[in-house]
């Protein structure tokens, strides 16, 4: 009988995969998301930065809004983790990679460096930047 322990642990992975995914997204496609999205991204997901779950919950819901950056998200992640259980066997032949919370602090930093990336300064954010020949009074 499999336990919940193991049920569990292939939800996390899933979310793990769908965070990996997101991020080669953003690395190989950044055409596909706008100044914009950047910044609706960075506030979507600094709140849950640190929850692996609650960070592939809350960009798979963004995504749904999307359609072009759903469906892209849909390819690479069939792209990058096939149905092929061989290939993702881990330690032990478990079936499913081992993760580490170093592995999954690791990702959890490259996507926000990512979006912080592709987030506007203050000077695109639509404000007009001060005019440095003008007098200060």
């Avoid at 849950?48 to 960009?59: E, H, R």
């Avoid at 469906?71 to 259980?85: G, I, K, N, S, Y």
């Avoid at 690791?106 to 005019?131: A, C, V």
Wanted: proline share 7%; hydrophobic share 30%.
């Amino acid at each position: 009988m499999i336990g919940a322990d193991f049920f569990n642990h292939l939800y996390f992975n899933q979310c793990f995969n769908q965070i990996t995914a997101f991020t080669h997204l953003l690395e190989n496609k950044p055409e596909l998301f706008s100044t914009q999205d950047g910044a609706d991204l960075y506030k979507l997901i600094t709140p849950v930065a640190d929850d692996t779950v609650g960070l592939s919950n809350a960009l798979l819901t963004w995504c749904e809004s999307q359609s072009k950056i759903d469906d892209a998200l849909l390819e690479t992640q069939d792209a990058l983790f096939p149905d092929d259980v061989e290939t993702e066997r881990g330690a032990g032949g478990s079936g499913y990679p081992e993760m580490t919370p170093e592995k999954e602090r690791t990702l959890r930093e490259q996507l926000l460096n990512l979006i912080r990336r592709n987030k506007p300064t203050p000077s695109q954010d639509g404000k007009p930047k001060p005019d440095s020949t003008q007098p200060s009074r």
